[in-house]
């Protein structure tokens, strides 16, 4: 099922929120389009691929893609990077630790001069005309790990951060009642299970208040649209305890 998030007429972004199919966790995959250029960001494994390809093709020419930006390292963000190197001339954004690790996913040599890495501030990276904003969410939840602020439809698509796990009739769609969402939708066992820790969820939300964003979408779950419900997450991750701030000896237990 595709959701078009934010339509101009020149500059389109949308949610694909169903793909997966089977055992694999449910993931949301994305697409920005400008002037009929497009970028795919976290476009999953082989679980998602040919069914991403045939719903992409209804906004832009799979020829066009340009980038597939990775978030970060893991499978149900890229694993699908061979397929993707194959059919297009696109490159693959993603931190400057796991560039390494991509080959890993593709046939030798696919990669060679495909690779764009990003440095530990994050970049800018021209689309058409416009310029999209690459950010650092380091830690949140692995070493390198970077989101996309689109300026223009002023969405900011947040990866790991405010995932949730969610059937995927349901996923993608905004939040309307967020203590009910922390809870039935497992947001707040997701976070304090796979983000670092107290610290960098601080910087990140003080980051991110600098921006004019009007709606957090994740790769998992649910969506967080309007400042009111954007203000309610980000108040809420500010001061949570994940992480290694939650680790004790227990959890570490001898042999």
Known sequence: MSIVLYDDGNHKCVAFTELVQGEGIQANQFAIIHDGDGMLLDPGGNLTYKHLLAEMADFFLPSRTRYIFASHQDPDIVASANGWLLITDAQIVIAREWVRFIPHFCIKGATEGRLIPIPPRGMTLPLGGCQLHIIPAHYLHTVGNFQIYDPISKILFSGDVGASLMDGAEAGKPVT????????????????????????????VRMVRQLDVEWIVPQHGGSYRGKEMINRFLDWFETLECGTDLLTEADFPAV
């Open 177 to 204: 009642d967020f203590d009910r969402h922390l809870v039935e939708s497992h947001m707040a066992a997701f976070h304090q299970r796979y983000m670092c820790c107290n610290k960098a969820a601080r910087m990140w």
